[in-house]
């Protein structure tokens, strides 16, 4: 099997991504418990913290391409799809650089791993969004001047909330 590197925006990319090659190939990824919660620890599944960060991994790329390590870039495609391939396609060609890319949601829409996890969850777990909204809604009433958790977070805990349920049923 020839090996890859997978570089990812950030640590709820590298949580989906660890969590769908677990559970479709049997590829365990380490996970370590930290204060902040669960991280990836895994040389293969590599957070970059941003896609401005891509060109602080660039001599990493450049290491893997020499050694036949593929290299695939897994980011989000936000708003404008085209302008974030192009980007992509500009640093590959500007640093003579191999490597595959992906954009979240479909690799051709624009948006973000989050609009991929609301399409795919579970229609039975889709009352928990009512759930959060009712959360939400509540602790704008209490104050205006709490924050509210971003959008990543929302999707990532109740993501976490499904997950969970499914490996539960699972080991039974």
Not at 23 to 36: L, P, Q, R, T
Not at 68 to 80: C, L, P, Q, R
Not at 98 to 107: A, M, Q, R, V
Not at 110 to 138: A, Q
Request: net charge negative; hydrophobic share 35%.
């Amino acid at each position: 099997m020839n090996k890859c590197k997978i570089y990812v925006e950030g640590i709820a990319d590298q949580k989906f991504i660890a969590d769908f090659i677990s559970f479709h190939y049997n590829v365990s990824m380490i996970k370590a418990k930290f204060e902040d919660g669960e991280q990836i620890k895994n040389e293969n599944l590599i957070d970059i913290e941003g896609k401005d960060s891509l060109y602080a991994v660039t001599p990493l790329l450049k290491i893997n391409s020499a050694k036949n390590i593929s290299n695939i870039i897994i980011f989000d495609a936000d708003d404008k799809i085209e302008s974030r391939r192009k980007e992509l396609q500009d640093f590959k060609n500007e640093n003579d650089i191999k490597f595959n890319f992906f954009l979240f949601p479909n690799d051709k829409d624009n948006g973000e791993l989050e609009d991929m996890l609301v399409n795919i969850i579970n229609s039975e777990n889709k009352g928990i969004f009512d759930c959060w909204d009712k959360y939400e809604n509540c602790l704008k009433e209490i104050s205006s001047y709490m924050t509210l958790p971003a959008k990543k977070q929302k999707y990532m805990l109740i993501w976490n909330l499904c997950t969970e349920k499914q490996n539960l049923k699972r080991k039974k």
